[in-house]
Every structure is written in structure tokens, then in C-alpha cells.
T-cell receptor
């Protein structure tokens, strides 16, 4: 079974440009999450999809970030325009369920974004 | 905000020894889950072990065990018989309706 995949693995862009990150969850996982870790800080939740719907987007930092999940399959996270403080590693994770109790989240390898 | 605290930024441990990584958390919830993830230098996040707040027994997975003390709100990870491949960053996390809240992590270096 294929794991969570993310593309690209690395991206270097200039301030003001646009970048789109892609995540393909494990097949059959309705729940998809985006997290990011900026340098020296904790891993922070960005948002949670259930199928194609945004369940929780409380962690999205501002309106320069736009996440979509087409048809409940893969997801994209667009940053437009990128700022220096957006540099970090963006992780995607997926899970079968999302109760208050337990569901293991399987993480992708992450996309390292560098904004210069 | 409800926090996850990992007080040890870094630790050295000798091969074959056991190591305990501390994790405490804030929560007013009665039902929640606690997770530990490992992040080696390659960057991927690897799930290690899970403990549910209502589980009566401490979780174990091979060389990993979780010392869960609910009243003290702590969920320490114990790695027994450390191996060189255990060198990595270790994150404690709490599940809040699917959203994982992470601690700052502990960098573990296993020495021969």
C-alpha cells in the first residue's frame, strides 16, 4: 500500500512568487491534514479536510494560504504571494477517521519550502 | 492554549541503554489520545506509539513503551535497548478531534 506522498520535496522561490504544494493521501483515507514546521518552532496544525470539505482551518495563518481538496482525493496548498516567514517544512498527513480519541495519522515526507 | 511540553531539548544516550523522554500536556478534555512520532534526519514523521486517555494499561510497541500518568498529565516515552538508528527527533502529540498538537521535540543522539 502506498503511503502519503508529497510533491515537490523541495521548493525554492522568491518573495512574492506563488508556490503550490501537493499531497496525495493513502487511498481510502477521508481525512487529510496539513501541518508546517517553521525553523526552530513547533509543528503547527494548518487545516483538516474530511473528504472535500474543510473541517477545521483554524491554523491557516492568513489569506495568502489557500487549500483545496479536489473530489476528496489529493490536496493542494497554495501560498500566494509567498513571504520570507513562510519558509519551513510543510507536512501532509492522512487518517481513516478523526474522532476525539484515536486515529493514527500517517505523515508524508514533507515539502521543504524556502522563500528568498 | 492547551500546551504540550517536552522539557528536554536534547539527550545523549549510550547504545543498549534505556532512555526516557518526558512529555506533559494541558487538557480539560476527558477523552483524548496521545502519540509519539520519530523524525530521523531524513525528515519523515514515523508513528511510534499511541495511548488513549481511557486505556488502563500503558501502551507498548516493541522497544517503545509509554509511561502514562493521567492524574499528572504526563506521557513519557521509554525506549529500551537503544540502537544507533534511534538517533532522531522525537515528538509528543495530543489528538484534539483529529488535530494533532505537538510538543517542541527532543533530539536524541545514541552513541556507541
Amino acid at each position: 500500500e502506498a503511503g502519503v506522498t508529497q510533491f515537490p520535496s523541495h521548493s525554492v522561490i522568491e518573495k512574492g512568487q506563488t508556490v503550490t504544494l501537493r499531497c496525495d493521501p493513502i487511498s481510502g483515507h477521508d481525512n487529510l491534514y496539513w501541518y508546517r514546521r517553521v525553523m526552530g518552532k513547533e509543528i503547527k496544525f494548518l487545516l483538516h479536510f474530511v473528504k472535500e470539505s474543510k473541517q477545521d482551518e483554524s491554523g491557516m495563518p492568513n489569506n495568502r494560504f489557500l487549500a483545496e481538496r479536489t473530489g476528496g482525493t489529493y490536496s493542494t496548498l497554495k501560498v500566494q504571494p509567498a513571504e520570507l516567514e513562510d519558509s519551513g517544512v510543510y507536512f501532509c498527513a492522512s487518517s481513516q477517521g478523526a474522532g476525539h480519541y484515536s486515529y493514527e495519522q500517517y505523515f508524508g515526507p514533507g515539502t521543504r519550502l524556502t522563500v528568498t | 492554549a492547551q500546551k504540550i511540553t517536552q522539557t528536554q531539548p536534547g539527550m545523549f544516550v549510550q547504545e543498549k541503554e534505556a532512555v526516557t523522554l518526558d512529555c506533559t500536556y494541558d487538557t480539560s478534555d476527558q477523552s483524548y489520545g496521545l502519540f509519539w512520532y520519530k523524525q530521523p534526519s531524513s525528515g519523515e514523521m514515523i508513528f511510534l506509539i499511541y495511548q488513549g486517555s481511557y486505556d488502563e494499561q500503558n501502551a507498548t510497541e516493541g522497544r517503545y513503551s509509554l509511561n502514562f500518568q493521567k492524574a499528572r498529565k504526563s506521557a513519557n516515552l521509554v525506549i529500551s535497548a537503544s540502537q544507533l538508528g534511534d538517533s532522531a527527533m522525537y515528538f509528543c502529540a495530543r489528538n484534539s478531534w483529529g488535530k494533532l498538537q505537538f510538543g517542541a521535540g527532543t533530539q536524541v543522539v545514541v552513541t556507541p
